[in-house]
């Protein structure tokens, strides 16, 4: 096993340990670049978000922001998560790679990174330590493809000029 495969496997576990419990979040979610995802926005209140996905998420307890976990199985890194800074929405993301999540356009989870040029054109480009992220930003709003392997795994929005590493 090599560095890059230890390395990721780290980050599984430290993602399996770091959600706490099981949540609901769609099972299927539209990534709407500049706006939402699965109709959680930026801005959006705590009983915004729980009256679109439910109560049952976890919250971890290691991060440095109030962040819940929506995951389709208890304990298992998939789902959907969303940060929050002075009770509103900051940043909304997949976790891992859950199928069915989708742009309007025709992007899923799953996709080669170069799809994601092909439908949005030439985007900002950030190295993260185990993925790189591809950025679209919009003056709302910047729209975050995090790849992995060349593979999109992931969808997120956040705020202008906010870093999509974590």
Not at 50 to 56: A, P, Q, Y
Not at 94 to 102: F, I, Q
Not at 125 to 153: D, E, G, H
């Amino acid at each position: 096993m090599g560095p890059r495969t230890a390395g990721a496997l780290a980050l599984v576990a430290a993602l399996v340990l770091a959600l706490p419990a099981a949540g609901a979040p769609p099972k299927r979610g539209e990534f709407v670049l500049g706006e939402s995802l699965a109709g959680i926005h930026l801005g959006m209140t705590k009983e915004q978000v729980r009256s679109l996905w439910g109560t049952r998420h976890g919250v971890c307890t290691s991060c440095p922001r109030e962040t819940w976990y929506f995951n389709y199985t208890p304990f298992a890194p998939e789902g959907a998560g969303v940060l929050f800074r002075r009770d509103r929405v900051v940043h909304v993301f997949t976790v891992w790679r859950p199928a069915g999540w989708k742009t309007p356009e025709g992007l899923t989870l799953g996709a080669a990174a170069s799809d994601v040029a092909r439908l949005y054109g030439s985007l900002d480009r950030r190295q993260c330590t185990l993925y790189y992220a591809l950025l679209k930003p919009t003056r709302q709003a910047q729209s975050v493809f995090y790849v992995f392997r060349n593979k999109v795994w992931g969808f997120g929005l956040i705020p202008p000029n906010a870093s999509p590493c974590r």
